[in-house]
């Protein structure tokens, strides 16, 4: 299943996407009297296994649903979770390449990380999958892009096993950890260069974990104005999904509806030679098959 959250006249949503068209979750359950709350992907997702079955039924009987599938067109794409109830959770430096890239470009060697290395971006950083990423170059002159593999937490916990980690999945999304690099160094910490505004493009959906299967098998890329930048899978990440899970959940709750964007490939711009930073007009599409793609445009910010 693809579910959305989108916007239609006003009005906000919860969606099942399937061939071009988005049926209202809480209209078609209210149609065929499932209990479950369907109104929001939040609700969903703290809805847990029952919720998924309604789902799951309703994905099943969507040709009864004739007059409550809107065209596409019709309806605004949202960021899955429009606004997470805390920050994005996400690894630093989770494929070789993309340490190696980053050490090349200091010119030192090459360090791979023992344990997954954590920071969060601000909720108010997340944009839907086609809203316009701002750049401020009174603030950034090295604004940069990520495409990542974000993991939707379904069922909460602490202390959770890598064993039984995928448990916890409710699905996967595709996230841009757009940075802006030279904020990045400048305050030596990352969560001010990763925060900004409009700066993490989340979506087009949430693939449920049982459509994905093995996330291992999934591959991503991001392009620059059509020019090939990143290609890598996740198969090739240093810390696997079980063990971010593990790692992150130790002493620490999670919550349903927590996202956790799991690092980046190789290609960045600014390991480029020379680096490359993104510029006012640029279109950065970042893309995970069999989940979709994320289409932003760079918009400078009119100064008064
Ligand atoms: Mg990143």
Redesign the pocket.
């Known amino acids: 299943m693809k579910l959305v959250s989108c916007s239609e006249a006003g009005r906000s949503f919860a969606g099942l996407w399937r061939d071009g068209r988005v049926l209202d979750l809480a209209a078609a359950g209210r149609h065929v009297n499932e209990a479950a709350d369907l109104g929001g992907m939040l609700s969903i997702i703290r809805g847990g296994e029952r919720a998924v079955a309604a789902l799951q039924r309703i994905a099943s009987r969507g040709d009864e649903f004739s007059d409550l599938w809107l065209d596409a067109d019709r309806v605004k794409l949202l960021a899955p979770i429009p606004v997470p109830v805390r920050n994005v959770f996400?690894v630093?430096r989770n494929y070789v390449d993309h340490v190696k890239e980053g050490y090349a470009r200091s010119g030192t060697e090459t360090k791979l990380p023992e344990v997954p290395q954590f920071f969060t971006k601000a909720t108010g950083a997340v944009n839907s999958p086609d809203g316009d990423v701002r750049l401020d170059t009174r603030l950034t002159r090295l604004l940069d892009y990520?495409v990542?593999l974000a993991v939707v937490i379904g069922r909460g916990g602490r202390d959770i096993a890598a064993g039984s980690a995928f448990d916890h999945v409710f699905g996967y999304t595709v996230a841009n950890?757009f940075?802006a690099r030279d904020l990045q160094r400048r305050h030596e910490q990352w969560f001010k260069g990763k925060s900004l505004d409009t700066t993490c493009p989340l979506g087009p959906c949430i693939v449920d974990r049982a459509e994905i299967g093995d996330p291992a098998t999934l591959e991503l890329s991001l392009s620059v104005n059509g020019e090939e930048r990143q290609r890598g899978r996740v198969a090739q990440m240093i810390f696997d999904i079980p063990t971010i899970i593990a790692s992150l959940s130790a002493g620490l709750t999670l919550e349903p509806g927590d996202i956790i964007?799991t690092?980046?490939p190789s290609g960045v711009g600014y390991a480029m030679n020379p680096p490359q930073a993104l510029k006012a007009g640029d279109l950065v599409v970042a893309r995970i098959d069999r989940i979709g793609e994320l289409r932003n445009r760079i918009v400078e910010v009119r100064l008064p």
């Open positions: 996400c630093g990520e990542e950890d940075t964007s690092g980046t």
